[in-house]
């Protein structure tokens, strides 16, 4: 149901007294808010528009799209009744979801003008490369100032019943002086709502993502590969700028790894157990003692470049490696899943079935 939401400041003193509730004038202005600010939503995104009209003529208030290629579709309630506003996105998402790559394009290049890129504006807001494909999933954001019961009720029903991506999300605004805050709550946990985006997808479009599978492109230059280095300290690295760097982020700890050098095969199996970090902070216990990975003699040593330059040198990520192979004994069959990007999802069950039965893991 509903939340009311009360924000307090705490003196020095330990007295409590509360933060006025400021009415927010116009929805616009949240407009303006959620579109200078994205990840309020709790996920970064690239504006395709505002106003977006659909082939039918109405008007989606913001339409964005994720790292991933995930379209969402973002509604502010306004004055609307809440059948009109639930209705409403549903129809959007009807349109939204037989969006093609030109079209989206389209979208993007009537908002910003022609001579506008997409896949430019894409590399700028997340330092990394296009997905293979957009708009595999989509999801639908209500966002309002407040919440009545009778759209918490059609929202939860179509949601829990029906697994439809749908949320809603409100805002109250609070003023202190000259200072303004802002509070965020959630109608359904977000996760619930991205994994029935991604069932969606799979109905239609492709195989659903397992939420923890992932295959690595293993670093190498001038023919000499990390891949020992790897096996021996227990990690795996991207370097040499951004683009190649930030997609190690998407590794969370717990994560399964598939390590691969690409048109070679797949070479291990392991675990992630830490986020990235610069290569010059990782440390590796030898023989009971605590050293600095650059202070070993790595074989690949490449891994040593640019060590004063935080934007060109390696990052690496921690690892426990479940099974691993010799180089010369990699593994590649016909279907297999490849991908340029230094990682990307497995979302392919036969490459996960294949390699599983390969490397002799459950």
């Excluded at 998407?250 to 610069?278: C, H, Q, S, T, W």
Aim: some cysteine; proline content about 2%; charged content about 30%.
């Amino acid at each position: 149901m509903p939340i009311e939401t009360g924000i307090w400041k705490i003196s020095k003193q330990r007295i409590a007294e509360k933060i006025d509730y400021s009415v927010i004038n116009s929805e616009k202005c949240l407009e303006n808010v959620i579109q200078n600010n994205g990840e309020i939503l709790g996920d970064e995104y690239l504006l395709l528009g505002r106003q977006v009209r659909t082939s039918y003529g109405k008007y989606i208030d913001l339409l964005v799209i994720n790292r991933s290629g995930k379209i969402s579709i973002i509604e502010l309630k306004k004055d609307k009744t809440p059948r009109e506003v639930v209705s409403q996105v549903l129809d959007y998402a009807s349109w939204v979801k037989e969006l093609s790559y030109e079209a989206i394009i389209e979208i993007f290049k009537s908002s910003f003008g022609e001579d506008s890129s997409f896949e430019k504006a894409f590399a700028e807001k997340f330092d990394d490369n296009m997905p293979d494909e957009i708009n595999e999933e989509h999801d639908m954001l209500i966002v309002c100032t407040g919440l009545d019961n009778e759209t918490e009720r059609i929202i939860n029903y179509l949601s829990k019943s029906y697994n439809v991506p749908i949320n809603a999300v409100f805002f109250n605004f609070f003023k202190d002086g000259d200072s303004e805050y802002i509070t965020r709550s959630w109608l359904i946990d977000p996760c619930i709502v991205e994994n029935q985006a991604r069932k969606t997808s799979s109905l239609n479009k492709s195989e659903t993502w397992n939420g923890r599978d992932f295959v690595v492109n293993i670093d190498g230059s001038n023919g000499i590969y990390a891949w020992e280095d790897y096996r021996k300290y227990g990690f795996i690295s991207a370097s040499g700028g951004k683009r190649y760097i930030s997609p190690l982020k998407n590794l969370f700890v717990g994560a399964r790894i598939f390590a691969m050098i690409p048109k070679k095969g797949y070479l291990g199996v392991g675990e992630v157990l830490d986020i990235r970090e610069n290569i010059k902070d990782f440390d590796v216990i030898e023989d009971g003692n605590t050293k600095k990975l650059v202070d070993f003699p790595l074989k690949a040593s490449f891994l040593k470049s640019n060590l004063d330059n935080d934007d060109l040198c390696s990052y690496v990520v921690r690892v426990k490696w479940i099974k691993s192979l010799d180089e010369s004994r990699a593994y590649w069959e016909k279907g297999l899943k490849a991908n340029q990007n230094t990682v990307f999802k497995l979302n392919s069950n036969f490459t996960i079935g294949q390699l599983e039965k390969h490397f002799q893991i459950e």
